[in-house]
Every structure is written in structure tokens, then in C-alpha cells.
């Protein structure tokens, strides 16, 4: 008799045979990029990208899927990935993900993720010591920096507002100060909040992209006789564009003296005070309000999986007020473990089984390991760069992230960014190298993310090399 399909779909033997099947082809493919075998992707543009897929679905004799897919999505774990901030994961968080995803725990309420949610409280609590935070500290994770940022924000707004914006709406003239070299994603917070374009304050930067603290001052007094309400200050621990920390320990004097909310946006870097060569980067950490990491950065974790800290943990309980009596009940005792009372998402990943399987795995000295090499990398490239004639860095590296640009002799500014545009391009196409471009102040810079643990001198070498040829 015909197997009925859902009998098929869900017959424990396809999955284990499949399963080989995936973790041989994983592993194999982790072997190979660790040798700096191939390249790191097989650029096409969208349409021709959507129709390939479009034909595979009609296909009925398609090359496997998984394969398929490695063929045409960039590779992270290549030493010659240096592109966005995304991590390589490491393959044990890889398994604990496929594990999460297996069990489908919502994790709105206790029942519904026992272990994950019992996990995800141990390892914000040792996120919590290590960024140190009291005891009173509590977080919790959640699906992106985005996300984080806007629930920091929002937190700042129930801690420091004068409005019940919660329960009776917005109608006020509430600010955020920001460095302009911040991420987007905290402009766009701030305009989903309705503080508008008004309510987002830029600060200026420094020479090395380090937000101006002189300028907190008077741009604080201007704002209040503008009728301004300004409720918090956001720290980049670092920016995106360059990789610049803030200083944090300024800020947060800046934030006591008046009374302010310290936000301090570390999605890309903030976990450096795991590593005792690059801590003093972060140092004020400890003062600030509320603190985002990302572990999908430079925590070794799959996407998408990001930790929001407060330093008063009753913070994190009070940023929203909602019942949903079928879900959560009173207690007397605090809450942590129904997470839906804390966080944006009523269905939440068991994203906790990485960090905690990592942590059983290898120990906190995983993190510290890669911290210190990646960054380590920055400072190499930027020692290269100097040794070569016509190239100019943009500033001096503090993390893994550096800009740069080969700046030719005699040539003019709009030409020289037209070059390294073409060069940008060109190295996309040929798939070789993965990096990317920025504009600081009008000036087009190639930039790096060294995130590959396998990326070792010899491929910045070949980087340089290879972008000296195209020019």
C-alpha cells in the first residue's frame, strides 16, 4: 500500500538517513574551507539568482538541495571571507541550533522551553558578571541587535520618561543622543518609537570615528531649549562603518550627571570584556543601563541570537505591561522564566542551547581565544597597509574591522573613489575575496570584517596583492 505523505514526511528513518547525509556533506565542506579550498561565492545577479531557483523547482531531476545551496550562497568559514559582520559559526553551535530547531520550543512561557529557559538565565547571568553587573542584573536573549536596541530604548523611555506612553500613547518630545556614526538601527528605533527625525540628536565623531563627548554638552542644552526631552545616551562599543569604540566611561558620566539612560549598542563588539588584551576597549561598561551582544558576531553562534543586559534586572520586567491571562500569570516571587513578559516575541528560539553548549564544550576561553586573534588580525592589516605605498587607512584599527583605500598618486578624489569602487566590484565578481565598501565623509573606503578563524597572514597578503593588480 502507498505510503501516506505526512507517514513519509515524518518516518524516523528518512531523517537519520538524510541527516548523515547533511553532517557528511557539512563536514566535509568545513574541511575544505579551512584549506582555503575554492572560493567564496559564485556571484550572480538577483534575477538570474531567482530564476535558477524558480527552474529547480520544476526540475525533477535536481541536484540535491544542500549542495545546491553551498554552490550558490557565500561561505563564511573561508579564510578569505572578510566581509560582513557574521560569524563562522562553531559546528557544536551549529548542532545545538539544529537540536532547537528540532524540538520547537516556543518559549513564551515556561512549559513551553523548561531547559532553554533554565539555560538562557544561566548564561545571561554569567553575561551579566562578566560585563560587571551586580547581582540585581538580569537579560535575556533575543532574535537581533535590531530588536535588542529598540527593547533597550524602549526601557530607557519606562525608566526616565515622564509620559505613560505604554497606556495612554505618544504625544511628547522625547530624544536619544547617538553618535552619527552609529548603526541605523538605533535611528530607525528611535523613529519607530515616534521621536521622529527631530528626536534623534547626532553627535559627532572624532578623527579616529570615536564619538565627540565635548559636544554631549551643548548638544544636551540645545535640546532642552527646543523643548526637547532628552531620555538617554546610546554608545557604539564599536560603530559598524570603522570598528570605533566609544567612550564609555565618559558617557556614562556624562549620562549620571544628568540623570540620563546609558544604552550601550555592543551587537558587533561589546563581548571584549571576555578578553583581557582588549577589555580596557569597553571600560564603562559596567555603568551603563542596559548593554546588547550579539552572538551571531564575534561569539562563534548561527544567526540569529542576541543578548539585552540591564543592570537592574526590574528594568527588564517593566518595559512592557500587558496581560494575557491564557499565558502568564501573577506571581510573587520574580518571573524570569516566562520570557513573553520581557521580550517584543510571544514565540522566542531556543537560541540559549548554543551559547550553553559552547559554554559545557569549551569553557568561556573559546571566546576569549577568538576575540583576541580576530582583533589581532585588525592591527595586522593595518601594519601591512602601512608598509605599501598609496594606500591610506582610514583610522587606526580597535577591532577586527578596518577601512582602507588605495589612493594612487596624483589622482583626484571622485576618481579615486570610482576605483575603489571598480576594484570593491570586481573582487565581488570574481569571488576570490569577499569584502566590502563604506563612505566616511564623502571618501570611499574598502573594509574588512576579519571574521574567519582560519584567515592567517598570508591571505591579507594575497588581499593586497590582488587589489594592487586590479588597480
Known amino acids: 500500500m502507498e505510503t501516506p505523505l505526512l507517514e513519509q514526511a515524518y518516518n524516523p528513518e528518512s531523517f537519520r538517513k538524510l541527516g548523515h547525509q547533511l553532517i557528511d556533506l557539512l563536514a566535509d565542506r568545513l574541511g575544505s574551507l579551512k584549506a582555503g579550498e575554492g572560493d567564496v561565492l559564485h556571484f550572480r545577479l538577483p534575477e538570474a539568482e531567482r530564476a535558477f531557483w524558480q527552474q529547480y523547482l520544476l526540475d525533477q531531476e535536481a541536484p540535491p538541495l544542500a549542495q545546491t545551496v553551498l554552490e550558490h550562497t557565500t561561505q563564511v568559514h573561508h579564510p578569505r571571507y572578510m566581509g560582513h559582520q557574521v560569524a563562522p559559526p562553531l559546528p557544536l553551535a551549529s548542532l545545538a541550533a539544529l537540536l532547537g530547531a528540532s524540538l520547537n520550543n516556543g518559549m513564551a512561557v515556561y512549559e513551553m522551553g523548561m531547559a532553554p529557559s533554565a539555560m538562557e538565565r544561566l548564561v545571561t547571568d554569567w553575561l551579566c ?17 535590531t ?11 519606562r525608566a526616565r520618561g515622564n509620559s505613560d506612553i505604554w497606556n495612554e500613547g505618544y504625544s511628547g518630545k522625547e530624544a536619544i543622543l547617538v553618535s552619527e556614526a552609529a548603526h541605523y538601527c538605533v535611528d530607525r528605533a528611535a523613529r519607530i518609537m ?57 558617557l556614562a558620566d556624562f549620562c549620571e550627571a544628568k540623570n540620563l539612560w546609558l544604552h550601550v549598542d555592543g551587537a558587533h563588539g561589546g563581548a571584549a570584556f571576555l578578553s583581557q588584551k582588549y577589555g580596557s576597549l569597553v571600560r564603562g561598561i559596567e555603568r551603563a543601563d542596559s548593554v546588547v551582544i550579539d552572538g551571531h558576531k564575534m561569539l562563534g553562534m548561527p544567526v540569529l541570537s542576541t543578548a539585552l543586559l540591564f543592570r537592574n534586572g526590574a528594568d527588564s520586567y517593566t518595559t512592557f505591561s500587558q496581560e494575557a491571562e491564557y499565558l502568564l500569570t501573577e506571581t510573587e516571587e ?23 553548549a559552547v559554554l559545557k564544550g569549551y569553557g568561556e576561553a573559546i571566546f576569549t581565544e577568538y576575540i583576541d586573534r580576530q582583533y589581532d588580525q585588525g592591527r595586522q592589516l593595518a601594519e601591512l597597509i602601512r608598509q605599501r605605498p598609496g594606500w591610506e587607512l582610514a583610522c587606526e584599527p580597535q577591532s577586527n574591522i578596518l577601512c582602507f583605500r588605495l589612493h594612487p598618486k596624483g589622482i583626484d578624489p571622485a576618481s579615486c573613489n570610482r576605483l575603489n569602487r571598480r576594484i570593491r566590484q570586481q ?21 574588512t570584517s576579519l571574521m574567519s578563524p582560519f584567515t592567517t597572514r598570508r591571505h591579507l597578503v594575497e588581499l593586497l596583492d590582488a587589489v594592487e593588480a586590479m588597480a
Open 129 to 145: 558578571r562578566r560585563a560587571g553587573y551586580g547581582s540585581q542584573a538580569r537579560g535575556f536573549l533575543t532574535s537581533g541587535g
Open 147 to 157: 530588536l535588542a536596541n529598540l527593547t533597550g530604548l524602549l526601557a530607557a523611555r
Open 194 to 250: 515616534g521621536m521622529g527625525q527631530a528626536g534623534v540628536l547626532k553627535v559627532p565623531v572624532d578623527s579616529d570615528f570615536r564619538m565627540d563627548t565635548a559636544q554631549l554638552g551643548p548638544i544636551y542644552d540645545r535640546a532642552l531649549a527646543e523643548g526637547l526631552e532628552p531620555l538617554a545616551v546610546v554608545g557604539s562599543a564599536p560603530c559598524t562603518a570603522t570598528g570605533s569604540y566609544d567612550p564609555l566611561d565618559r
Open 334 to 356: 520574580e518571573d524570569w522564566y516566562n520570557l513573553a513578559k520581557r521580550t517584543f516575541e510571544c514565540t522566542k528560539l531556543t537560541s540559549s542551547l548554543t551559547w550553553f
Open 427 to 447: 573582487l565581488l565578481e570574481e569571488g576570490k575575496f569577499y569584502i566590502v565598501q563604506t563612505k566616511l565623509n564623502g571618501t570611499v573606503y574598502l573594509r
